[in-house]
């Protein structure tokens, strides 16, 4: 998804943060053209108070989907399990990929932590069968890696963009 500029009026590539001509952030550009998605979200695990200091400005995270022009909102302050809702194996999961093709590109039940309690929102591989990059680059499972606002998620071939200021 490219990004004018709201000042200079430049067209961005669809992972720049700030205009490419005149360097103004384009995170509030992005907000005010998101039609927000109505997200599956089951259950919640607890606030971690010890760092909630550090977020008390902090805006949602916005992801964008490859194919798909309505992004999806997060908000900051909690941890989040994405993948997708297998009722059968009874598997609850936060965020649910299920709508967006997830079986079919290989999003496991429990794919993937996506903490956004903690500045910058980390992301940790849950021993997915497909893996999880960012940027094209393998995730190691149980390890927690920090996510730059432009960042490429990929969980098994569900490819996604993550914006945040």
């Given at each position: 998804m490219e990004t004018p500029c709201p000042v200079c009026g430049h067209v961005n590539h669809e992972n720049g943060?700030?205009?490419a001509n005149c360097h103004v952030?384009?995170?509030?550009?992005?907000?005010?053209?998101v039609a927000t998605r109505s997200l599956s979200i089951l259950h919640t695990?607890?606030?971690?108070?010890?760092?909630?200091?550090?977020?008390?400005?902090a805006q949602p995270i916005i992801i964008y989907f490859d194919h798909d022009d309505?992004?999806?909102?997060?908000?900051?302050?909690?941890?989040?399990?994405?993948?997708?809702?297998?009722d059968r194996a009874k598997v609850d999961?936060?965020?649910?990929?299920?709508?967006?093709?997830?079986?079919?590109?290989?999003?496991?039940?429990s794919h993937l932590i996506l903490?956004?309690?903690?500045?910058?929102?980390?992301v940790t591989d849950l021993d997915s069968y497909n893996y999880s990059y960012i940027n094209g680059?393998?995730?190691?499972?149980?390890?927690?890696?920090?996510?730059?606002?432009?960042?490429?998620?990929?969980?098994?071939?569900?490819?996604?963009?993550?914006?945040?200021?």
């Open positions: 943060t700030s205009c952030d384009l995170y509030d550009s992005l907000m005010e053209i695990n607890p606030l971690k108070t010890v760092q909630t200091h550090l977020l008390e400005n309505v992004p999806m909102i997060v908000d900051r302050g909690q941890s989040f399990v994405i993948g997708r809702q297998d999961v936060d965020i649910d990929l299920s709508t967006l093709g997830a079986l079919e590109k290989g999003v496991s039940r903490d956004t309690a903690i500045q910058p929102p980390h680059q393998q995730l190691q499972p149980q390890r927690s890696y920090p996510l730059a606002s432009g960042d490429e998620l990929r969980l098994g071939h569900l490819t996604m963009r993550v914006y945040y200021k």
